[in-house]
């Protein structure tokens, strides 16, 4: 049933028409853009590749829709989607990977170095108009411990041996044990934390990780560690994580993904004293990156070759 | 005239007691310790060997210092010390080398990934608690342009290819020209800077490198570039680099040294927009990381092999 040039339908709520003049500009001409419901119903009927972003599920289990082989999402998680019993088992469903490592590890250094380099100290004796020479701490000689060895993990451990730190290392398949100094196991969480200075989640969310990070793990780690989130909110448990804080525990979260997306303007995270929060921006979907990554897929799929970032969704990515 | 166990003389305002103590830790009993002029006049007859931080010269070529062979300085820039004709010439002059590149290239990298990330607009959005994704801008893929390929510059050399950044180089002996994509030498300047990114300054001040950044350099940079000085201050001709900034040209410079330190109260830079004011922190001596040094200095002299870091007081370092 594969077409030589297959119909192809970009959506996305704001960037639809700048995606599809992208994708276009690689050669292939039969390509729609949709930004709304409508749009999506319209265009449809005849389509056999989805590009999208936060794309109406529900159209895909309609007649409309029974042309459609392949589903690329443009993020790299998809816990959303693995679980959307909206999408036919039929319908190919990939994800991008490898895209987002040097992009996520600039942000998770960017915060290692802000807390160990103690930027605020800095920028109040400036505001102050104060001389303030003071020796800070290293990342040299600290223990990272990084929770996912994918891409994004792999590209942290990288960056984690120019800055010659001791690099701990927990998965849930063990494939890239190799890279780091200790391998942790996923029932090993207490160990793992106990002895690192830096927590870094870089892991899909699952039923698995659906808050693996607890209450019990949290109060595992050193009470002047710090925890960077740039995996999915759920990650942790972020009641627990609250009151674990409140009690003196820890010295920093940076928090870049939350359970409830845009973090609401009363969520106390936003006023906590060491705690960072951004607005899931770590890993940006460039439209460049993805479209580059969605058509050397799409090359893939018409020489009928493994594609990239195939979810296997009992697996969750 | 060396004796097995030469007698020591520690200056410092006001870490001597403890540097003398780390001294005596590692096996050497004639050490004295001294905070003041006073108590240097006291110990200087028979001292041999001094380690000092503001050490008052002028004693030195008095017949109380008659017996200094080996002057030992607690930092690694000796501009002042190098040039200062109360120190005879028969003292053997020695600097700290070595110990900084490490602390001083996280110091760099701190504000590298501060800029080229967006801290200060995340750190506004959480303050007005607004959900403000963005997309930032990456080292990767940026050129850094690097004055100075000591131990330091190797340092930040090599923290950069971590980041996959492109790394062109600035020296004036070339040793190290291997290390970075382009080498300039130092008649040069204009065509180095012109197609970089960021400007990191580690070299000693000479006569060569005195206000080596002048209004000249600074222009022929990007006017969207930063400067970063870790070296000393009169690298750069301050009052050449205000003019420029305050035209609009450069978009952040992030300095640690400055031609009168501390830098007084009134001085435009504490309130200047993109200026990054830090109080002489990138490099800190510390007492272990020096007395590991000299210690080490002293076995050498002991067994009568060269000292590290001996300055060429011609040279300047």
Chains 1, 2 share one sequence.
Not at 278 to 284: A, E, M, N
Request: aromatic share 10%; charged share 20%.
């Amino acid at each position: 049933m594969m077409s030589p040039k297959p119909n192809i339908l970009i959506y996305s709520p704001d960037q639809a028409d700048s995606y599809a003049e992208c994708i276009r500009g690689y050669g292939f001409s039969s390509v729609k853009a949709a930004s709304t419901v409508e749009e999506a119903e319209k265009y449809l009927p005849g389509t056999e590749v989805i590009l999208a972003w936060k794309f109406p599920t529900q159209l895909l289990h309609k007649p409309i829709a029974s042309s459609v082989r392949w589903f690329q999402s443009m993020g790299a998680g998809v816990d959303d989607l693995a679980s959307d019993t909206h999408i036919p088992e039929n319908i190919i469903l990939t994800r991008i990977v490898d895209q987002f490592g040097g992009y996520i590890s600039e942000y998770v250094f960017t915060y290692l170095l802000y807390l160990v380099k103690d930027v605020p100290r800095m920028s109040k004796a400036q505001l102050e108009r104060r001389w303030d020479p003071f020796i800070s701490e290293t990342l040299a000689g600290k223990t990272i411990g990084i929770a996912g060895l994918g891409s994004i993990g792999a590209e942290i451990v990288r960056k984690a041996r120019s800055f010659d730190m001791n690099v701990y290392g927990l998965s849930f398949s063990g494939k890239q044990a190799e890279l780091v100094d200790r391998h942790f196991a996923s029932d090993e969480w207490k160990v793992f934390v106990k002895e690192i200075d830096y927590l870094v989640l870089t892991l899909p969310l699952t039923k698995a990780t659906h808050h693996v990070v607890n209450r019990d793990v949290l109060l595992a780690m050193k009470p002047e560690s710090a925890i960077i989130n740039v995996g999915r909110g759920a990650l942790i448990n972020e009641k627990e994580l609250l009151a674990v804080m409140r009690s003196g525990h820890l010295q920093g979260a940076v928090l870049d993904v939350f359970e409830t997306e845009p973090l609401p303007k009363g969520h106390p995270f936003w006023e906590m004293p060491h705690v960072y929060v951004t607005s899931h921006l770590s890993g940006p979907s460039t439209r460049d990156g993805v479209s580059r990554f969605f058509v050397d897929n799409l090359n893939r799929y018409l020489n009928k070759q493994p594609l990239q970032g195939l979810v296997d969704r009992k697996r969750g990515y």
